[in-house]
């Protein structure tokens, strides 16, 4: 496999209900994150993971709870969500240049489109 | 407050002509800009970058303009083919940080 692949594609979940998003990157990169993607509204960066340490949470509630157990693979652990948490959401992986201008450009897979009723 | 921002919704251009998409953002601390494109069902694909040290970069038939005094950037497609509809996103970011802040998109469509 190739890129960055994220699994479910799609997931109907209740309020009550735990679940989790995966990802996967095949590129060899240092970094992954997560972004939000709702109707009519930019892409809203959650997490990001470097050499998996997670660097940045962007004032994301805790019902969501990020996991990187190695540099490859990401996770999204979802408890308790709320139907306004219905979005797709995105993970991406980028090669970073510490300590130089950003020139990792991301690499995003396919979305989650996550459904909470 | 948005800091980035991609006033036109929606641009319909005819086969063969030029397309130009917009954005502008608030934050002179932003120092590396993206192009991406995005289609339906599909996560977003990388099209074009360019540093604060640029004011141009060109690949093919895509290229990008940066002007620092206006914090505006923007992209420039010709000639516009249908294969190129799609919703496109402008990035900024920061050396130093991972926050690649996107506008909410341009949906473009190429006429026949």
């Known amino acids: 496999e190739t890129g960055v692949t994220q699994t479910p594609r799609h997931l109907v979940m209740g309020m009550t209900n735990k679940k989790s998003l995966k990802c996967e990157q095949h590129l060899g990169h240092n970094a992954m994150y997560w972004y939000k993607q709702s109707a009519k509204k930019p892409l809203e960066l959650m997490f990001v993971y470097s050499l998996e340490e997670r660097v940045e949470n962007n004032s994301v509630p805790s019902r969501f709870s990020p996991e990187c157990p190695n540099s490859s693979h990401l996770f999204l652990h979802l408890h308790t969500l709320q139907p306004e948490d219905s979005a797709l959401y995105l993970c991406?992986?980028?090669?970073?240049?510490?300590?130089?201008?950003?020139?990792?450009?991301?690499?995003f897979g396919e979305g989650s489109r996550l459904t909470v009723l | 407050d948005q800091q980035v921002k991609q006033n036109s919704p929606s641009l319909s251009v005819q086969e063969g002509r030029i397309s130009i998409l917009n954005c502008d953002y608030t934050n002179s601390m932003f120092d590396y800009f993206l192009w991406y494109k995005k289609y339906p069902a599909e996560g977003p694909t990388f099209l074009i970058s360019?540093?604060?040290?640029?004011d141009k970069n060109e690949d093919g038939r895509f290229t990008v303009f940066l002007n620092k005094s206006a914090k505006h950037l923007s992209l420039h497609i010709v000639p516009s083919q249908p294969g190129d509809s799609a919703v496109y996103f402008c990035?900024?970011?920061?050396?130093?940080?991972?926050?690649?802040?996107f506008g909410t998109g341009t949906r473009l469509k190429v006429l026949a």
């Open positions: 991406a992986s980028s090669q970073e240049t510490f300590g130089a201008l950003a020139t990792g450009e991301l690499f």
């Open positions: 360019i540093s604060s040290i640029k």
């Open positions: 990035a900024v970011s920061t050396s130093g940080t991972y926050k690649y802040i």
